[in-house]
Every structure is written in structure tokens, then in C-alpha cells.
């Protein structure tokens, strides 16, 4: 390989990982942002129902047993929407950054 090469992927490289960094920032400082606003939502359901630390322990743990109705369907949910949510999106971005 000449050096022009060289320089040029080295140059490349660069700026790869300089993208890698801000986009791990900010999927960093957006995770923290969804996890404050879905426990301002929860405190918020949690406030108006006026229910005692003890009242929302137990309907936790009767949450947790499936004794719940509806609660069973949200169980396989993760963090940040159902399973299969957003697969194919990602899937595709990868493809984007590959072909660049």
C-alpha cells in the first residue's frame, strides 16, 4: 500500500470513530432522558392514585403473580417497547453505514 492510502484510511478511520463516539453519547444521554420521563409518568400514575408505598408494593407483587389482568400481555416487553421493536430499523441503519 502507498502512503497516500494509508493516510487517506487512517484519515477515515478517524472520523469513524469520532461518529461512534458522539452517536454512543447521545444514545447514552437519551437512554437517561426516557428512564426520567417514564418515572415521572410513573410517579405521576402513582400520585394520582393515591396509593400508600404500601398499597403500590402490593400491587407490584399481585402485578408480578399475574393476578392482574392485562399486566400478563406487558410482561414481555423490554425496557423500551416490546421485543421485536425496532429490529429491522437498526438492521437497516447498519446496512446505510456499511455501504458509506
Do not use: F
Not at 9 to 29: P, Q, Y
Not at 32 to 46: L, Q, S
Not at 91 to 98: A, H, S, V, W
Request: hydrophobic fraction near 30%; proline fraction near 2%.
Amino acid at each position: 500500500m502507498d502512503e497516500a492510502r494509508l493516510s487517506r484510511l487512517r484519515g477515515e478511520l478517524t472520523k469513524a470513530r469520532r461518529k461512534r463516539d458522539e452517536w454512543e453519547a447521545k444514545v447514552k444521554d437519551l437512554e437517561r432522558r426516557y428512564k426520567e420521563a417514564e418515572n415521572t409518568c410513573i410517579h405521576e400514575m402513582v400520585h394520582a392514585a393515591s396509593l400508600s408505598p404500601e398499597q403500590l408494593a402490593e400491587l407490584i407483587r399481585a402485578a408480578s403473580a399475574g393476578m392482574i389482568p392485562g399486566v400478563a400481555a406487558l410482561q414481555g416487553e423490554t425496557e423500551y417497547g416490546s421485543d421485536d421493536a425496532g429490529d429491522s430499523e437498526t438492521e437497516e441503519e447498519e446496512k446505510e453505514d456499511t455501504e458509506e
